[in-house]
């Protein structure tokens, strides 16, 4: 049983996840000073940071909304990128939370290629989670029905890895992974403008971390301060030697699957940190901080060679 309680403190909220007879707190990244709002023609603005999003807010003579007074009862919160990856941490060593429903099809789902869009959320009722679980569509749950609200989700980014996802890794060998230099140049900009104010918001890929999945490597992170390297098949130095050169990344597997008791894959992640900045001019940008976006890592591992080649 996957059971959620969770906590204010100081204006971010982490949860208590207890699954199986495992137990953790898990904090969400930490707090980014959010600068105060510009001024600008008969109103002003806001942006933040909330999660894996941007919460973008156009205030004017009309800010005041019917929506005061409204009552909550019941709302779903989407994990953070930092819980789901504890989530999977977890699922690897722990059979009861592999077997939760929205688990396994998280993993079913990065198995199949189709899990980049999805989240996982949690149902809480009079302030308390009461235990429900979901998978949900990121772009779905950032849709904002309010004309002076703007909600910007980053895209996931497909890393390249050597040897190529639908291959087998051999156990032990490294997995190399990186970004090309289109994936990791993209800009994520979006604009929304009323009352006479534009607020702009624009983010780009900075560094990534990477877990592998596999329980013998749990709470281990390969950290990479930049898109990394690929492997060079055409480089005369081994693998293992050039996972070892400056500003490559790397992730070890260590446990075979697909043998009794294990499943065909382990399901890692690799999140990518964005940098965010917003203005209300286009000249004067302010920093909002760093958006983690999670894209799951399913890998398949077998005692057999499998010839190491570079993705294009």
Known sequence: ??????RLAAGFVSCLIAVGGTTAWVDPTPAQATPAADRAGDGGATSRISG???ITTI???QSGSRRRGRVITSSWVTFTATQVAYLLQVASVDPAVAGHPAIRDYGARAVAGTADDLSIQYRVVNGRANGE?????ISATAAS???RQMVT???PLRPTLSPPGGLAVPVSQPVFISYTPQVWGQVVQRTLSSNGVTARVRAWPVRFEARSGDPAAVGQVTRCPGRGQAYDPGDPASPAQQARRPGVCTLPYRSRTGIPGRPSSWIGDVTVWWWAEWSTDGRRWRPLGEIPRLTALPRAVRDVPTALEARP
């Open 1 to 6: 049983m996957l059971r959620i309680r969770c």
């Open 52 to 54: 894996d999003r941007i």
């Open 59 to 61: 205030f004017g003579q």
């Open 133 to 137: 679980v979901r998978l949900v569509s």
């Open 145 to 147: 029905g309010w004309s």
């Open 153 to 155: 989700v980053v895209p």
